[in-house]
């Protein structure tokens, strides 16, 4: 009989170290928890859940569960060559910059960029895609009202317009612009000017106007030098021959 009892004990015991174990893992299963890398948005049954610091149960069926990515992620623009920005003195200017954005760490801000950009934030290439034309659009936009020199040497206020320009349309997706980096600026190669735009065309004139101002310059310069030089030689000639 105590041979019988100790065996349906183990039994049992057997059954609940397994029950324990199934329990423990379909927790696990359905149970999430954020992390500081990750939040997440839980749709459905009860309405949207944002998680930010916690954890909550998402069950199959009942629940949908978007993963939003809280890292910083940069985004590089390159604007070059036939794409190359075009300023308001109608110069074409070659940039590149990188964008460094990451989600506002604020439920309204995670709940919205999970609505609008889904699962994208944890693919940062289909991020980059998606993003790319805010980024263009607030460095085209800016430098239309700046001229090529004005960029150059006001590189710090031309950055500044630009991300605040890029902030204003990455909130609407619950985005928030760290910092902006102009990593090159420079005039685009005079090839790439295309003579029937009118833009072109302008920039164009204005470029070989400038260019041939300096060519005339300092070919007067030069004249002038030659002139005193011989000038020089000819007083010390006169000088030797007193």
Do not use: C
């Amino acid at each position: 009989m105590s041979g019988m009892l100790v065996g349906e004990l183990i039994l049992w015991l057997i059954v609940a170290i397994v029950a324990i174990v199934i329990i423990v893992y379909v927790v696990n299963w359905l149970y999430h928890r954020s992390s500081k890398e990750v939040s997440f948005v839980r749709t459905g049954f009860m309405g949207e859940r944002v998680v930010i610091n916690g954890g909550a149960f998402v069950l199959p069926f009942i629940h949908d569960y978007t993963p939003v990515n809280m890292n910083v992620l940069p985004m590089g623009i390159v604007r070059s060559r036939q794409d190359a920005v075009i300023t308001r003195d109608r110069m074409r200017v070659d940039i590149e910059a990188d964008f460094y954005v990451r989600v506002q760490p604020t439920r309204e801000a995670v709940s919205i960029a999970a609505a609008t950009l889904g699962r994208r934030t944890m693919e940062p290439e289909q991020l980059h895609t998606l993003l790319s034309g805010k980024f263009i659009s607030a460095i085209r936009s800016v430098a239309s009202e700046m001229t090529m020199e004005q960029m150059h040497e006001q590189r710090g206020d031309y950055v500044a317009r630009v991300k605040a320009n890029a902030a204003e349309a990455l909130a609407q997706n619950g985005l928030e612009l760290e910092s902006v980096a102009i990593t090159d600026l420079d005039q685009t190669d005079l090839e790439y000017f295309n003579p029937s735009n009118r833009f072109d065309a302008e920039g164009l004139t204005r470029l070989m106007e400038d260019i041939e101002a300096k060519r005339k310059l300092r070919n007067d310069i030069e004249q002038d030098s030659m002139i005193k030089i011989r000038s020089r030689n000819l007083e010390a000639e006169r000088q030797a021959l007193e």
